[in-house]
């Protein structure tokens, strides 16, 4: 049989001199910090110096750590309050906003569901401050409410966005139908709409809470005395010497997220 | 038992202002297939979802069994619809669909389910109640549909062209079928169409629409046979329109014969246009003699069961003559450009009102 | 005769009041939480750029013009007289810099890389997106320590110069503004990289053949016709990088300690140790102003770029 010569690999527009080498060194400097940081967070040693065998002893140290288990279950709980009433929040706004006409209001409320976004978070965090101060003083109260308050409402265009993707691709019809065989609105609602959105509201409900555990600026500055939560406490270890113990805090928040990640994609590709 | 009263549907308002229906009224009655048939865009679904609840009418009133139900939200009036892309619930079986209408009616368990295998047994597709509506073919969906619709017994079943994603073969039968179940529910059906060939077969009465009007309701042969006006006669079956001379029930054509005519209610004497069904003339070669009319052949077009021959009458007009083919062979016609002896047919001469 | 019992358009008109009202009870939840926990803060913070500061932090109700005015001028200590804030002056011009650097940075790092995913074949190219994307949904705080490791004085860097014999003490890069652009550039190049990437996504490569068929160097077609092409898509990456840049906090904390300013930190002082209140109100609003200026400047490019076709 004839020797075929191997085809010569051939003009492409879609090349361009040295993007390919600049674009695998740009993502090659995006994953090495990080890599670095989980490879050493399992170093037996403090320094990134010697490596002195493989451990669990920072992960150990920082499971022991009241003040990290304290951080923790702070977190988790904010994060799962804010997420859920954020979602609530938000499932109610974009079945108003979705699929309409134009109503007269839809602007502003569109505005306002957005408008987190819109600000640099620095900046809401000081106006919280400022507003929660007063009413700290007038109430006499410093429980974590405020915290929960500042998340939630922070969450809620995260939240939002997911749902109204979701949303858009259903149309009216089967609600109309729903309607015609003599459902009321809640029940139409109920087993129509919602069972049909519901890949859209958990994937919104995950989204908001990675963004919640994730926060550092707001709530750094909403919380009062002791109420740490897992990045504020990094943050505020990172004043004083760095300890690997940070390391192994960063990487279970790391790996938490990325799997956090990979399920709102998983839930926001699968069709139906 | 429904009653259309003067009503008028506008969407939009100021310049962008469209009058779906205008001024419309209509009568139907119980235990009949009524068909609204016209082309897109003449507000026949409109008015059915006017009769459904979906929209408000912005003038008149809809009754139902005398009752004013205007202004009623779709859920609290006994009339269900058919939708034209099915509408079924993807996340639900095919007896959950069938069984939704009588659970939000709050009926006991027990009737669910009896009325539920009835209607599955009704639409042969017992086997198939389980599965997810997403699952089965077009035209098992639009039976599920149809089930799923006349469970909670109304007193009107609406259908919006309902057989217009299926293909020719399916389509027919589900026309038979269509038929078959009202005559056994007794249910008023309300069919939506544009196909005027379906609208003739399955209907008691037709009510021909355009542009928001309703032109003329009556029986398939009525609409056929005697068309109040143009656009009637040339949406239904084949035309041809000759100008005539209207003279106290007598119509005299441009070539001097006379036929005797029914002169419909508001038309005077004087010029008038007449209608002329194809089959109900036929040609020969040879002279005209008594009674018939000279003419020329333009075209003879062979399709099977009929020839229709195109000729041209004296007088220049065109008018289509078909006659059914025979084993014997085709009837005997000259080539193109013959002369031939055109014979219409007693009481075929239908006078249109414009 | 018809015999309603409404007038024309009356039932439409209460459907569709009916409809609006349903829809407002609907989004209230959501507007409230953000009217008062969101939006109306930022009013309150308005009003308290106008008053005097407290002695000992928070604020005297008092009418005072003092919070503005102290984000540009200040009182010489020695003689009492009014001169510029140039502790204040040469932050501004750090967050400025800086996060116009980082711009540019992750403009000339990103775009390669965008381009390169966006002409991978199809089967690969969902391998390379779901690499970029990774790191940005790490936690920021997570992604600044990351750096902080490399180029800390017992760091990354340093270790494998001072290993490698090339230096004989380690380089002092923390606490640089080197730091800082370092940090931000690392931290906000994916938002650069995926609108870019999508703008390269939609372009027809059949123009570029055309631009190659009429004797263009890769280059030239480069310039001439895929850049103006791929605009939007810099545009939109810019302006993801640049208000975030502007307004960073965390990144320049952790990495420019308390001596390399940025316009966040400097906010924050006013709360903490330089207890000014009015004039932490104050400084939020400017940037929320030079925000909104870099806003309005995007509307206006892209429709703009719209309008052109």
Known sequence: MADFPKPRKGYSVRTLPGFAVV????????????????????????????????????YQQAAANEAVQDAAVRSLFLAISAASVATVAATMAALATTRTRHFPGRTMIYALINQPLMVPEIVTA?????????????????????????????????????????????????????????????????????????????AGLMLAFVISLDDVVITEFVKSAGQDTLPTYMLGQLRRVVTPEVNAISTVILFAGAILVALFFRLTNRRG | MIEIGNTTKVFGSGETAFTALRDVNATIQGNEFFTLLGPSGCGKTTLLRLIAGFEPPTMGSIKLGGRDISRLPPNQRPVNTVFQNYALFPHMSVAQNIAFGLEMLGKPKSEIQSTTDEMLRLVQMEELKDRRTSEISGGQQQR??????????????????????????????????????????????????????????????????????????????????????????????ESNFLDADLKGGTVTLADGSTFSVDVPEGVADGHVNVLVRPEHTSARAGEPGEGEIAATIDTIVYSGEATTVHLRLASGEPLKSRMGNTPQGSTDLPGEGGNVAVTIAPGAIT???? | ??????????????????????RW???????????????????????????????????????????????????????????????????????????LITTVLTLLFGLPTAWFIATQPSGKREFWLYLITVPFWANLLVRTIAIQELIRSEGVINLVLLKLGLIDAPIQMMFTNFAIGFGMTYVYLPLMVLPIYASVDKLDFRLVEAAHDLYASRWTAFR??????????????????????????????????????????????????????????????????????????????????????
């Not at chain 1, 979701?166 to 029940?187: F, G, K, P």
């Not at chain 3, 005769?1 to 349903?22: C, F, I, Q, V, W």
């Not at chain 3, 939840?29 to 008053?51: E, K, N, Q, R, T």
Request: hydrophobic share 50%; proline share 5%; charged share 15%.
């Open chain 1, 23 to 58: 674009a695998i060194f740009t993502l090659f400097v995006l994953y090495a910090p990080i890599m670095i940081l989980v490879v050493y967070s399992f170093n037996d040693g403090s320094s990134l110096a010697i490596w002195e065998g493989f451990s669990l002893r920072w």
């Open chain 1, 126 to 202: 000081v106006a919280l401050l400022i507003v929660f101060a007063a009413v700290k003083v007038w109430t006499g109260h410093t429980s974590m409410i405020y915290l929960i308050v500042a998340h939630t409402a922070f969450c809620v265009p995260f939240a939002y966005l997911p749902i109204r993707a979701r949303l858009e691709t259903m149309d009216t019809s089967l609600e109309t139908a729903a309607q015609d065989l003599y459902a009321s609105r809640w029940l139409t609602f109920r087993r129509v709409t919602l069972p049909l959105m519901w890949p859209g509201i958990v």
């Open chain 2, 144 to 237: 599920v549909a149809l089930a799923r619709a006349l469970a909670p017994h109304p007193e009107v079943l609406l259908l919006d062209e309902p057989l217009s994603a299926l293909d020719l073969k399916l389509r027919k039968e589900m026309q038979i079928e269509l038929k078959r179940l009202q005559n056994e529910t007794g249910i008023t059906f309300v069919f939506v169409t544009h196909d005027q060939e379906e609208a003739l077969t399955m209907s008691d009465r037709i009510a021909v629409m355009n542009a928001g009007e309703i032109l003329q309701v009556g029986s398939p042969r009525e609409i056929y046979e005697r068309p109040s006006q143009r656009f009637v006669a040339n949406f239904i079956g």
């Open chain 2, 351 to 354: 006078v249109l009102r414009d």
């Open chain 3, 1 to 22: 005769m018809s015999d309603a019992t409404y007038k024309p358009g009356e039932l439409e008109a209460e459907a569709r009041a009916a409809d609006n009202r349903h």
């Open chain 3, 25 to 99: 009870l609907l989004s209230l939840p959501a507007m409230l939480l953000i009217i008062f926990a969101a939006a109306g803060p930022l009013l309150v913070m308005v009003v308290y750029s106008f008053l005097a500061p407290g002695d000992y932090g928070n604020v005297k109700w008092e009418f005072s013009l003092e919070g503005w005015m102290n984000t540009v001028i200040q009182r010489d200590i020695f003689d009492d007289t009014l001169i510029w804030a140039d502790a204040h002056l040469s932050i501004f011009w750090r967050s400025l810099s800086l996060s």
């Open chain 3, 224 to 309: 001439r016709v895929i850049l103006p092409l791929i605009k939007p898509g810099i545009i939109a990456g810019s302006i993801l990088v640049f208000i975030p840049s502007l307004g960073a906090y965390v990144t320049p904390r952790v990495l420019g300690g308390g001596k390399n300013l940025m316009f966040g930190n400097l906010i924050e002082l006013q709360f903490g140790q330089g207890r000014n209140w009015p004039l932490g109100a104050a400084l939020s609003l400017m940037l929320m102003a030079a925000v909104m200026v870099a806003l309005i400047w995007y509307v206006r490019v892209t429709s703009r770029e719209q309008a052109d076709g």
